[in-house]
């Protein structure tokens, strides 16, 4: 797996997601997949739904930590 990918899952799991949840972020993403066998493009598709989700969790901590 690649680091960008690495450390998005490590956001989400600092963001507060669980282990569940992230297996269901990555299963809607690549479906059934495993990580290390998608495409280029499958790859992409993980990386921006990853991205939006560690966005979403960002925006929810910071409008309920003040």
């Given at each position: 797996m690649d680091?960008?990918?690495?450390?998005l899952l490590r956001n989400l799991v600092?963001?507060?997601?669980?282990?569940?949840?992230v297996r269901n972020i990555i299963?809607?993403?690549l479906g059934d997949r495993d990580i290390a066998d998608v495409s280029h493009?499958?790859?992409?598709?993980l990386v921006?739904?990853?991205?939006e989700y560690v966005?979403?969790?960002q925006e929810f901590v910071l409008s309920y930590s003040k």
């Open positions: 680091h960008q990918i690495q450390e600092k963001l507060g997601y669980n282990s569940t949840q299963q809607a993403a493009a499958e790859r992409h598709r921006n739904t990853l991205e966005r979403l969790g």
